[in-house]
């Protein structure tokens, strides 16, 4: 999952990096007009990250803007054996009781196998749509629904979302558990099951990097 690390300027602006992997465990069965198999596929997915700048705002307001990528890094049946890269942004509001934004992006396989054919190159549109209610005692509860358009496919995913997550201590560090539940109202036959649930777990980290720019 993403462990964000915002590296803070002098003039209350930052600069933000999150890194995110994950690891996926496929086990349903497919059928699509022109054949019916089993899915059974496990492994680390591509390894993604944002940079972005998001300049000081106030009364609660989250700008930000920048760039989304993805790494060829994953499982051989996992990875889309490509570089792709694209432009992203973020608009939301945040007070003690919840948070709530939008954030579109879109990604492009510039380089790779992957990216040599224009059947398997990424062209994906995504919009992430978020309501986080903060409950206290580090619990959260909310909906962030990804919704997305294969450009190369012509299909839509359009899925219903809620996500539950608790950040506690352990060891003298804040830790971030979370269960994220999606049911997909349309959705690629070939790769998404009706039904799918994750598990994230994400360090809250302090940014040792960001003292190299002081």
């Known amino acids: 999952n993403y462990a964000t690390k915002p590296f803070p300027m002098d003039n209350g602006d930052k600069v933000i990096f999150r890194p995110a992997i994950s690891y996926v465990q496929n086990d349903f069965h497919m059928d699509s007009p022109t054949r019916s198999q089993h899915m059974d596929q496990s492994g680390v997915t591509d390894i993604s990250f944002d940079l972005a700048y998001a300049p000081k705002m106030e009364g609660g307001t989250i700008v930000a803007f920048g760039l989304f990528a993805s790494l060829p890094t994953g499982s051989n049946?996992?990875?889309?054996?490509?570089?792709?890269?694209?432009?992203?942004?973020m608009f939301g509001k945040a007070s003690s009781e919840r948070v709530v934004g939008m954030f579109p992006n879109h990604l492009y396989?510039?380089?790779g196998d992957g990216a040599d054919h224009s059947d398997t190159r990424i062209n994906k549109t995504?919009?992430?749509?978020?309501?986080?209610?903060?409950?206290?005692?580090?619990?959260?509860v909310g909906s962030a629904p990804t919704f997305s358009y294969d450009w190369n496919k012509d299909q839509a995913e359009i899925p219903l979302n809620i996500s539950v997550s608790k950040t506690t201590v352990l060891n003298g560090r804040p830790?971030?558990?979370?269960?994220?539940?999606n049911y997909y109202l349309e959705k690629d036959e070939e790769t998404r099951p009706d039904f799918m649930l994750s598990f994230n777990i994400s360090p809250v980290v302090e940014n040792k990097l960001a003292s190299l720019f002081d």
């Open 109 to 111: 396989g510039v380089s």
């Open 175 to 181: 830790w971030k558990f979370g269960i994220e539940a």
């Open 126 to 140: 995504s919009t992430q749509v978020f309501w986080v209610e903060i409950l206290g005692g580090g619990w959260t």
């Open 77 to 89: 049946d996992l990875t889309a054996d490509q570089f792709a890269i694209g432009p992203e942004f």
